[in-house]
């Protein structure tokens, strides 16, 4: 009777999506009155994520009794980042390469309906020092709390962690302002979280009545492949991280889980929304609060293998259209990692500049951008799920080796 109490909340989270999937069928387009009750819940969890992300850095980076110890997380987190995404690019490549997206007669045919103009402007040269100081800083600290500026918020977070670090005793009664305030944001999600079966329903019911199905073919391979892509990544890949992590116990426990985090990634297609969610999961698999709040925050921004794997699937699309056949296979990894890493943590829309990228670094058009944009578009929800999931996977292998082959006991 506990294990049916404990798998109530999911149980219900999975009815009312199945139900809002129905609902979005039968309406078709009419399915979007339903959208204001779906932008509620992912509005309430959009605004949680600001204070969130900086209640729980700050506070874990404080409560971290070694000095050494804060370094250690988040340089063992971002090296999980890294090989991670490179096994990501690694699955892109082998899925593309295996089957081609488009045929040159398709490719040609949707080439020549692009309207390209020799005499384009060019956009300008991007700047990486500039890029740089914009990603991780502001010139107002008003624009801190602004979830378009999260990374530099992280940055901030991390620096005020370690002022109060600095001083304990003089740092301690603002620690225990911040963690009062943590607890009430946890309660706040909480609060939230019951209107999850009706927001959820909903959102997915709107997504599923205004998702276009007049898509070309090379459209239709592109999201079938793709999809089994996630699939075989999901259930065979994680499983794999786990297991290297932790043994059969860390499989079993990451399964048992990860499920809540999946189905709002899967609802919300955001994973800034899905964050306060992934933060409990990992923590439930029995990830420290430290690392699981680390690495599911910088993850929201910095770690994203479902968008990984998309820029690759974007960069062989073009690739094949253009009949671009002397791009090597380190080449398209340089430019799916680099261009990945200025995707945003927001819903459908957030990787205009990551896409901007690709077809600059790429050489290719600017009037290619719709191309990339209707593969963003269909491949989101299956890529949040990964990018979500791929947070709490790394999370276990950063404590794999931080904590020892013992940190789950």
Do not use: Q
Not at 302 to 319: E, T
């Amino acid at each position: 009777m506990k294990k049916l109490e404990n798998y109530k909340s999911m149980i219900i989270l999975i009815g009312a999506i199945i139900i809002g999937g129905i609902i979005g069928l039968i309406l078709g387009d009419k399915a979007k009155i339903l959208s204001p009750f779906g932008d509620l819940f992912l509005n309430m969890l959009l605004i949680i994520v600001v204070p969130l992300i900086f209640l729980t850095i700050t506070t874990s980076i404080y409560k971290m009794k070694e000095p050494k110890r804060i370094g250690k997380i988040i340089l063992t987190t971002f090296i999980m980042f890294l090989v991670t995404s490179l096994v990501a690019v690694a699955i892109g490549l082998a899925s593309t390469y295996s089957f081609r997206l488009v045929d040159s007669t398709n490719g040609e045919t949707i080439k020549e309906s692009l309207s390209l103009d020799e005499n384009e402007e060019k956009t300008e040269d991007i700047n990486l020092l500039e890029r740089t100081v914009n990603t991780i800083s502001v010139n107002d600290f008003a624009k801190l709390l602004s979830r378009d500026n999260m990374i530099a918020l992280i940055f901030f977070s991390v620096l005020v962690g370690l002022a109060m670090s600095m001083s304990k005793e003089k740092g301690e009664p603002f620690y225990k302002v911040l963690v009062s305030a943590e607890e009430v944001v946890i309660n706040l999600i909480k609060i939230i979280m019951y209107y999850a079966p009706i927001g959820l329903g909903c959102y997915f019911a709107a997504m599923v009545g205004t998702f276009g199905s007049s898509l070309a073919i090379g459209y239709i391979k592109t999201f079938i492949i793709y999809t089994i892509t996630c699939a075989i990544f999901y259930f065979i890949i994680y499983s794999l991280f786990a297991y290297i992590s932790a043994g059969k116990k860390g499989v079993k426990l990451f399964w048992k889980h990860i499920l809540p985090s999946t189905l709002t990634a899967l609802a919300t297609c955001s994973s800034a929304a899905s964050m306060p969610v992934n933060i409990d999961s990992t923590k439930k698999i029995g990830v420290r609060d430290d690392i699981a709040e680390t690495t599911v925050s910088l993850g929201a921004s910095f770690h994203k293998d479902g968008s990984v794997i998309g820029s690759v699937f974007k960069i062989m699309f073009l690739i094949y259209l253009f009949n671009m056949g002397n791009i090597s296979i380190f080449r398209i990894a340089w430019i799916a990692i680099i261009a990945t890493l200025l995707v945003t943590a927001v819903p459908i829309g957030g990787g205009t500049i990551s896409e901007m990228l690709i077809i600059t670094m790429l050489g290719c058009p600017v009037g290619a951008l719709p191309v990339l944009t209707i593969i963003a578009t269909i491949i989101d929800c299956p890529a949040t799920i990964l990018n979500v999931v791929g947070d709490s996977a790394s999370a276990m292998l950063t404590s794999r080796l931080v904590d020892g082959k013992k940190w789950l006991k």
